[in-house]
């Protein structure tokens, strides 16, 4: 139904406002309680044999809304409604902005991905630390907040940047992660550098710290399926060396070649951050990597191309403990989550694995050993 729907409505709108608006059909269903109770008994079945600790936290499951759906912290109950075990808001930077101008996100459905160029359109971390401080949870799930760098500030006020926004917003996180892997804010993806990375992670995890002094607050770093090899190790290291509690790999890429893309070359030509699909194999990739470097001593976050639950699978198989999505979402309608866990169930049921988290890595450490 979704997906004819998809086919006869959403591909006929621009891809900006028919997010908007299913956005707002999904806030107005959590505001209804006999709505969303139904909704959440249809689309968010629990499997016990799903539930998963990781950074410190019990969930649900282990499937996740990737930041960038829920900018400033709207729909948190709705999403979880719709049953993602986690939900990562932002990415939120310490002054509103805009982003940048239309036409800013556009569908490459043939492909099954996005490229966008938002960058980074928030309210600003105080408006968003507001709205979270007066919510009352509906929905009991997991609270990611995602922070960026203002696009304004320069690289050299980057740390003061963050640091701002983590002192608002960290109270209000079950887990923080820092971003500095969007291709669509000038000269964000430099911050990436180990040499710049360790004084920004440092910063932030002392701004946490003295901010919420009643619980530690895990801080994870998203990087980019864009790096250099020795870059993933390299930030794998500095990962270990700062006790970061986890890395999210992957964002977004900039990459168009060698990616089999079929959707007409005038929207393959468009700049910005490409998803979906076409990511998945480097963003799985750069995930064995990580969990070759790291093993089981920091949690890694799966995402990029997770269009099923065989997707989901694989992705724990490799190293993650926690999987993420978003465009898939897009094309998969409001069944995306519920799909993915009873698929992930069915997967685990049929392994050799007695629990989920005996499964997270257990094929990349099978190929270490071959």
């Known amino acids: 139904m979704y997906k004819l729907f998809f086919a006869l409505v959403f591909t006929r709108m621009d891809p900006e406002k028919a997010h908007h608006l299913a956005f707002r059909w999904i806030r107005l269903a959590a505001r209804v309680p006999v709505l969303r109770t139904f909704a959440a008994a249809v689309l968010a079945p629990r499997y016990k044999e799903l539930r998963t600790e990781a950074l410190g936290l019990r969930m649900h499951g282990p499937f996740g809304l990737a930041a960038g759906f829920d900018k400033n912290a709207q729909a948190v109950d709705g999403m979880a409604m719709l049953g993602f075990d986690h939900v990562e808001i932002g990415t939120v930077t310490s002054e509103p902005q805009p982003g940048n101008p239309g036409k800013r996100l556009f569908r490459l459905v043939p492909d099954r991905a996005l490229i966008n160029r938002m960058g980074f359109n928030n309210e600003g971390s105080a408006a968003v630390a507001e709205r979270l401080a007066g919510r009352r949870e509906v929905f009991r799930t997991t609270l990611g907040v995602n922070i960026g760098k203002t696009k304004v500030v320069p690289e050299e006020e980057a740390v003061a940047d963050y640091v701002a926004s983590t002192e608002r917003l960290a109270r209000h996180a079950d887990y923080l992660v820092v971003n500095v892997s969007s291709p669509n804010t000038p000269g964000l993806r430099n911050l990436q550098a180990t040499e710049s990375l360790r004084p920004l992670l440092t910063a932030v995890r002392e701004a946490a710290d003295r901010t919420v002094t009643g619980r530690r607050v895990p801080l994870l770093v998203k990087i980019a399926p864009d790096l250099a090899d020795e870059d993933v190790d390299a930030v794998a290291d500095l990962a270990l060396e700062l006790g970061l509690d986890g890395i999210i790999a992957t964002n977004t890429t900039i990459a168009r070649e060698g990616l089999g893309l079929t ?108």
């Open 263 to 370: 959707s007409p070359p005038d929207v393959v030509a468009e700049t910005g951050g490409l998803s979906g699909a076409p990511v998945k194999a480097r963003s799985l990739e750069v995930l064995r990597r990580l969990y070759a470097r790291v093993g089981d001593r920091i949690t890694l976050v799966g995402v990029g191309g997770i269009a099923d639950a065989e997707d989901a699978w694989q992705r724990i198989l490799a190293g993650a403990t926690l999987v993420q999505g978003y465009s898939a979402f897009v094309y998969e309608g409001p069944f995306y989550a519920r799909a993915i866990h009873k698929g992930l169930a069915a997967r685990l049921a049929a392994s050799p694995y007695a629990t989920l988290a005996e499964a997270v890595g257990a094929e990349t450490r099978k190929a270490a050993t071959a």
